[in-house]
């Protein structure tokens, strides 16, 4: 397995607050990685680095073996999709326009645009029926579905999700892991998934980067930060969340 992403000594400050300091951290190709950690340990903040949504103050970044720079990164953003927590969805788009957005500012064909459309309609169980729905007509649930599609459809080689179950109720939420992990494994995708929830790490990760205070903790399966935890820390953060201790 080789990494599709790469960071080396990656950190990012705000003043003299320190959002990360200098990091490494690889995405294995294929898999889904899972940051998790206490609100303001530096989760989301890595995303945003890797698609250069902010500037690194140091270190370097890679993707598919290449350097992440201003230069490139316009085209290599084509290669990553990205959901956020809510969506994100345009308001004033239908749930069709939302979707084809990338595809239609890139100038793909209106067939291919189509087809790919009532693909992930039926890869993601969101009805063609509801495409021409504004997302304050949508559920919670089918706006996340919406934005999953809009991040497929140019087919990245890797998906970043940024907390994006975490604003839903739990049967939905559980529907939707359900379909997200059948989703990752049927298309082989890449995944770096952000969430404060551990059992939703433990469900989906084949690697989990435990962070703290802008720090990478621990990395490695659930046994491997219950069993052999680098400090107290990983011990507490599992602790605190009921019921995963005895998992």
């Known amino acids: 397995m080789s990494a599709l992403v790469k960071l080396e000594d990656v950190s990012k400050r705000y003043g003299d607050a320190v959002a990360l300091y200098p990091t490494n951290l690889s995405v294995e190709s294929g898999e889904t990685t899972v940051l998790i950690g206490p609100s303001g340990c530096g989760k989301s903040t890595l995303l945003r680095l890797m698609i250069r949504l902010i500037e690194p103050d140091s270190g370097s ?21 990205y959901v956020i927590q809510e ?13 084809l957005l990338m595809a239609r500012h890139i100038g793909k064909a209106e067939e291919e645009t189509h087809n790919r459309l009532l693909e992930l309609s039926e890869l993601t169980r969101f009805s063609e029926k509801l495409l021409p729905r504004y997302p304050v007509e949508l559920s919670g649930g089918q706006r996340q579905r919406v934005s999953l599609m809009r991040a497929l459809m140019l087919s990245p080689e890797l998906l970043l999700l940024d907390e994006p179950l975490g604003a839903l109720d739990p049967l939905v939420r559980a529907s939707l892991q359900k379909d997200l992990k059948e989703i990752f494994t049927r298309l082989g995708q890449t995944v770096l998934f952000v969430t404060h929830d551990l059992a939703e790490a433990i469900y989906f990760a084949d690697e989990i980067v435990l962070l703290n205070e802008g ?15 680098a400090d107290l820390f990983v011990t507490e953060f599992i602790n605190a969340q009921r019921g995963i201790a005895s998992l």
């Open 61 to 81: 970044i890679e993707f598919d073996g290449k350097p992440v720079t201003p230069d490139n990164i316009n085209a290599l953003r084509r290669q990553i999709g």
């Open 87 to 99: 969506g994100g969805l345009f308001p004033h788009l239908t749930a069709r326009a939302n979707v």
């Open 215 to 229: 720090r990478i903790v621990q990395k490695g399966t659930i046994t491997d930060l219950r069993e052999r935890p």
